[in-house]
């Protein structure tokens, strides 16, 4: 083996084995969306070393986790449970207060859910690192910066769109309504074209 393919060798191997820094921009996506990308990358599953025994994730930084979206009415409707373990411990808030109270929460709680539960997801939980805004202390670290996952939404073709009724939907000029007699006469041939009797 020549230097210079075991330096290539050894490059590839040290990308592969050494932990990365991945950055992700949380502007404006969807917050399920966001928690499947980011809980492969912790759990390591964008190498060809992954097993699932096996802790081999990277660190993830995500930023303006303040500024997610949810879809649909999630914002009022999705609530968030727990208990205290006393009795009447009962307690739930709805996504706009959560997000209002804790910028990270929603995020956080999505990715935590994304994962599986086993031994290793304290572990993995604690290479992610989570930010309300642009600011970050790691931007040393940074290796990688991963693109936001993109909109699913299909555009619809021009003729699926159901355009308004306008004047145009009038009978042309010299249309004329049949009468009762005539309407029976064409039922008539059409029933007789039908069965063969003509």
């Not at 411990?89 to 929603?106: C, Q, V």
């Amino acid at each position: 083996m020549s230097s210079a393919s075991a330096v290539r060798a050894s490059s590839q191997s040290l990308r592969t084995f050494a932990k990365q820094w991945h950055l992700v921009d949380a502007r404006g996506q969807r917050v399920g969306r966001l928690a499947e990308q980011v809980g492969k990358l912790l759990q390591g599953k964008n190498k060809p070393i992954y097993h699932p025994a096996a802790e081999c994730g990277d660190h993830v930084v995500i930023v303006n986790t303040k500024h997610v979206q949810l879809s649909g009415r999630k914002w009022e409707q999705k609530t968030y449970r727990k208990h205290t373990g006393f009795p009447g411990g009962f307690r739930e808030i709805h996504a706009d207060k959560l997000h209002e109270k804790d910028g990270k929460a929603l995020v956080q709680r999505a990715i935590n859910g994304m994962l599986p539960k086993n031994k290793l997801r304290k572990t993995w939980m604690r290479q992610l690192h989570l930010f309300e805004e642009d600011d970050h202390p790691y931007e040393q670290n940074i290796s990688n910066v991963v693109q936001p996952p993109q909109s699913m939404r299909i555009e619809q073709p021009a003729f699926f769109v159901v355009q308004p009724v306008t004047d145009s939907t009038k009978p042309p000029e010299g249309f004329r309504k049949m009468t009762p007699e005539e309407a029976d006469a064409a039922r008539a041939r059409a029933k007789a074209l039908a069965t063969g009797q003509d």
